[in-house]
């Protein structure tokens, strides 16, 4: 059976069904229970599986993600919940000083399966701390896994595999995207490779590579200049921001000569940032014009008031897939 | 008496030690001046000017009006999300009355009541919650903090201010630092607590228990009987307050400042209160709360018994009641006016405050969004 979901519900059926696959997986996370998490991601879990198993904490990031590593450690499967990833610094000593690297301490003795899901990004008019996008803190920890889906098929496939991994993972979930659209989503079980990125739509002239929030405006822009100018572009979901899928990024370079990388986030020292020196490393002489970066700028993420100039449009990706085209 | 005796027993079969979990070697006072129908204990009366008492009444009548103000304009879509601070106006505006301008006000997010009182205008509110930073500052605000969303995170940096003072030798001035009930399960707050307490800096916390933090209820945010106690740890006089009455907190936050002062090191206020409406409007608290705990909250109303306690002292009427309430409706009305008119917000302000000095990439940056502001507008 196929329902029509948003990402939400989307997410909240991969947690409904890892749960009952497996006892050892528990929801852990600030008003996730009885209030079923402030956008209603964890909705009807506690009902289900109980106080035990859904874990209204108190309010303590780095007490979540703490706790939540000793129960991985003992063999618990936690998906922690940052209610914004703004708060989600709060917790960082504990990823990047054990979950990351409990497994490298004890030469895989000791190993640290969990997820932490946190609501990223910008664009719901929302208050301080509740609209950046940081995904580079997390996807320059090594021992982190960070995955960043943007429909709501892919986040519930990639959010099981995310809960399966041996590894912590920080799952990111653009929350400009939760209610945008709904798409089929099956009952069956469906899982999702981490570490792949995904190829939308196979074309010939320029790549565009984006992840979470960001697909949404890139694609209007990729069927805009396909419309007006006839040309065949090739969309690349990254899907995964650490580990990074070079073959993918390189294989298509190779064959489109061209590319342009869209990022939400600030510019600097991000994904974007790493995709343009992964294609260095290994398609660089494939090249025909200059990689070009549409991303958010250096500065604090503005209040909302200013935020739609701030976050990239399709208007600005637009124009940057045009002006690599006339390179 | 319930003994918990510990399982290893040391040689000779005697336990090595005892637990008593239940009778509790600590007492936490209490202080209410005003009960819930305005009775006064006369013995405990501050000393407070006529003029002071109706400032205090005003100010929480204003932070309400404004909250009542804001929540239709946020239903209109006219303005972004925000938190309520009804029910809690005389826990944030006692204690702001005990403040002089040389003292730090170091806020939580919910501190409306106290901010107006410490003379921030009403439109810096509409600003915040309407997704400008312009808000954050004022004319006489240089000792007041912008409200921490963070969680807890303030109660840091009023320590650190606090420190600063003691090392200046400032005598006169202290930090009152505001926070939740859920703020005390953050490590920055028990970190805070005990820098204030080893530093003997002279910072006051006033922590709003709202018995709730979103959805979690206070019990089970800490399993403690009181926040209060929580200064015993620390070595820190604690004490609980009537959230609701606002002269108790005042007195409460007077006589912790009056200590801070004089050298004589922290304090921990708990005020008992209760949050009369949703978390913020983006919340539905019919998910999560027993309507009867907020009908009796509703009947402790701290707007209602201060008002009694005017009348009784014979300083407030009807007459003037109805005259403060066309003035606030005014005055409020004047301000969402002036906010819906400023519209000329310069749109490349986060470029100007990124750093204290000029940095060339922020610079080309700058260039290139004010670039891009020119094609979206011809674009469109
Ligand atoms: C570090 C951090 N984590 C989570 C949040 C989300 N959040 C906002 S208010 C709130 C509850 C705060 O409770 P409390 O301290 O009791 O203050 P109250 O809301 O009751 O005034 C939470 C969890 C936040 N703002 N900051
Ligand atoms: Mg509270």
Same mark, same amino acid.
């Given at each position: ?22 006892? #050892?997986?528990?929801?852990? *996370? &600030?008003?996730? %229970? ?7 991601? /964890?909705? !009807? ?42 708060? #989600?610094?709060?917790?960082? *000593? &504990?990823?990047? %000083? ?7 301490? /004890?030469? !895989? ?219 | ?380």
């Amino acid at each position: 059976m196929r329902n029509k979901l948003n990402m939400v519900q989307a997410i909240n059926l991969a947690l409904h069904q890892e749960m009952g696959n497996d006892d #050892s997986v528990v929801a852990i *996370g &600030q008003d996730i %229970g009885v209030n079923g998490g402030v956008f209603r991601v /964890t909705e !009807g879990l506690y009902e289900k599986y109980g106080e035990s198993r859904v874990i209204d904490t108190p309010l303590a990031e780095s007490g979540i993600l703490g706790t939540s590593i000793g129960m991985a450690v003992a063999g618990l499967k936690p998906v922690a919940e940052m209610q914004f990833s703004g708060f #989600s610094y709060l917790m960082f *000593g &504990q990823l990047e %000083g054990h979950a990351a690297r409990l497994r490298s301490r /004890t030469q !895989g003795a000791i190993t640290v399966p969990l997820v932490v899901r946190m609501p990223y990004g910008g664009g719901v008019r929302a208050l301080e701390h509740h609209s950046e996008s940081r995904e580079a803190i997390y996807g320059h920890t090594p021992g982190v896994k960070v995955v960043i889906p943007s429909t709501p098929s892919n986040a519930r496939a990639l959010l099981v595999s995310a809960i399966r991994d041996p590894d912590p993972v920080i799952f990111m979930e653009p929350k400009r995207s939760y209610r945008a659209f709904r798409e089929e989503v099956s009952e069956e079980e469906q899982t999702m490779e981490i570490g792949k990125a995904q190829v939308v739509q196979e074309g010939t002239d320029l790549t565009v590579f984006a992840w979470g929030a960001m697909m949404r405006p890139t694609l209007q822009a990729v069927q805009e200049v396909q419309d007006q100018r006839g040309v065949s572009i090739e969309l690349i979901d990254l899907l995964t921001i650490s580990p990074l899928d070079g073959d993918t990024i390189a294989g298509s370079v190779e064959k489109t000569g061209r590319c342009v990388v869209i990022q939400e986030a600030p510019r600097s020292l991000g994904p974007a940032s790493e995709i343009i020196a992964t294609i260095n490393d290994k398609a660089l002489m494939y090249l025909e014009a200059p990689v070009r970066r549409v991303t958010g700028y250096d500065v604090a993420t503005p209040y909302f008031g200013r935020e739609n100039a701030y976050l990239p449009t399709s208007g600005r990706i637009h124009r940057a897939i045009e002006e690599t085209l006339d390179f | 008496m319930i003994v918990n005796t510990c399982e290893q027993h040391a040689a000779g079969g005697k336990p090595a030690y005892e637990l008593d979990l239940r009778e509790r070697t600590f007492k936490i006072s209490h202080l209410q001046i005003l009960d819930e129908k305005g009775n006064l204990d006369a013995e405990r009366e501050p000393n407070l000017s006529a003029e002071d008492l109706i400032k205090l009444y005003r100010t929480m009548v204003l932070a309400r009006a404004v909250d009542d103000r804001l929540l239709k304009l946020q239903r209109q879509g006219r303005i972004g999300t925000f938190p309520l601070c009804t029910g809690q106006e005389a826990a944030s505006c006692g204690p702001a009355l005990a403040m002089t301008p040389k003292d730090w006000f170091v806020g939580s997010f919910r501190e409306l009541a106290g901010r107006l009182l410490r003379g921030e205008p009403i439109e810096n509110g509409f600003l915040v919650f309407n997704g400008y930073e312009e808000g954050n500052t004022f004319p006489g605000g240089e000792r007041t903090l912008p409200i921490s969303i963070i969680i807890g995170a303030q109660a840091l940096h009023a320590v650190g201010i606090a420190y600063a003072m003691k090392i200046r030798g400032e005598t006169d001035s202290a930090v009152v630092c505001f926070v939740g009930d859920g703020a005390t399960s953050q490590g920055d707050f028990h970190e805070a607590m005990n820098f204030a307490s080893v530093w003997q800096v002279p910072v006051v916390f006033v922590c709003a228990n709202n018995q709730w933090a979103i959805s979690l209820p206070r019990e089970k945010q800490t399993h403690s009987q009181t926040l209060a106690q929580k200064a015993i740890a620390y070595d820190m006089p604690g004490i609980q307050v009537d959230g609701n009455d606002a002269l108790a907190m005042y007195q409460a936050t007077k006589e912790a400042l009056d200590r801070a002062r004089a050298g004589e090191g922290p304090t921990f206020i708990e005020g008992v209160t209760y949050r009369l409406m949703m978390h913020t409007t983006s919340d539905d608290p019919s998910r999560y709360q027993p309507p009867e705990q907020l009908e009796a909250w509703q009947g402790r109303d701290p707007l209602v018994r201060f008002k009694s306690y005017l009348e009784a002292k014979g300083i407030w009427n009807d007459k003037q009641q109805a005259a403060m309430e066309v003035e606030i409706k005014q005055e409020i009305e004047d301000a969402v006016k002036a906010f819906e008119a400023k519209t000329d917000f310069k749109p490349d302000t986060p470029f100007d405050h990124v750093f204290g000095t000029e940095v060339p990439k922020i610079e080309e940056q700058r260039a290139e969004f004010l670039h891009h502001l020119r094609e979206e507008s011809t674009d469109a």
